[in-house]
């Protein structure tokens, strides 16, 4: 089997601060996922990548950048933190492309910002 | 308007009794549904799939139905143990062409009591 695991667990920032969020994978799946889910809302996809340096936008891309290094890892940066901004980030992977998959996810970041 | 919406919101009961989740959703094309386990700070695990136009489908103490002429999907939880706390996510997947999109519900907190 295999694990996805996300750092740091919980995320404390500042307004304006730029925040970076890491999801590794040892699965060697393809396509990874970052999505939001906050509270009285369902997930909302951030960012995918369905390879090794690509990089597709999902609905709630702005605000937001990513960055796929390696096939096993995948980076989501906050750009410019927002005041008592609380949300939890969920990094996500499929084999192979199709939407049918099951996708495995993390743990979770838990941001706060002050 | 919430394209899939989940019933009740929150449900507890006694360990030993058994539980049904609804899934309403308004999707179009609905290729499939699934349903993901939650539990209170981690990722999610995904519990069963299904495809067929009015599918059936079993894992262990969940079982699962889908109705797509309704657009409405239960999950039963028989003989609910503690540890089925959690919160129970339904996703359903809509395939058009080379794009494909998941619409995620809400989600039902279920609490099993001793």
């Known amino acids: 089997g295999g694990i996805i695991t996300q750092t740091p667990k919980f995320l404390i920032g500042q307004e304006g601060q730029k925040l970076t969020l890491k999801c590794q994978q040892n699965f060697n799946h393809d396509t990874m996922y970052w999505y939001r889910q906050d509270s009285g809302k369902g997930l909302r996809l951030i960012y995918y990548?369905?390879?090794?340096?690509?990089?597709q936008k999902g609905d709630l891309s702005e605000g937001y950048d990513a960055s796929r290094e390696k096939k096993s890892s995948f980076s989501l940066t906050v750009t410019s933190a927002q005041k008592n901004e609380m949300a939890v980030f969920l990094c996500?992977?499929?084999?192979?492309?199709?939407?049918?998959?099951?996708?495995?996810f993390g743990p979770g970041t838990r941001l706060t910002v002050l | 308007k919430t394209q899939v919406e989940q019933s009740p919101q929150s449900l507890v009961v006694r360990q030993g009794e058994n539980c049904v989740l609804q899934?309403?959703?308004?999707?179009?094309?609905?290729?499939?549904l699934r349903w993901f386990k939650q539990d209170t700070g981690k990722g999610l695990v995904s519990l069963t799939v299904l495809v067929d136009q009015k599918d059936k489908t079993s894992n262990g103490r969940y079982s699962a139905t889908l109705d797509k002429d309704a657009k409405h999907s239960t999950l039963h939880i028989t003989a609910t143990l503690l540890d089925d706390t959690a919160t129970y996510i339904c996703?359903?997947?809509?395939?058009?062409?080379?794009?494909?999109?998941?619409?995620w519900g809400l989600g039902t907190s279920l609490v099993v009591n001793p």
């Open positions: 899934c309403n959703y308004s999707v179009t094309p609905d290729n499939h």
């Open positions: 990548s369905i390879t090794e340096n690509d990089l």
């Open positions: 996500a992977s499929i084999p192979g492309t199709g939407v049918y998959a099951e996708q495995f």
């Open positions: 996703v359903v997947g809509a395939v058009v062409g080379d794009n494909s999109k998941l619409i």
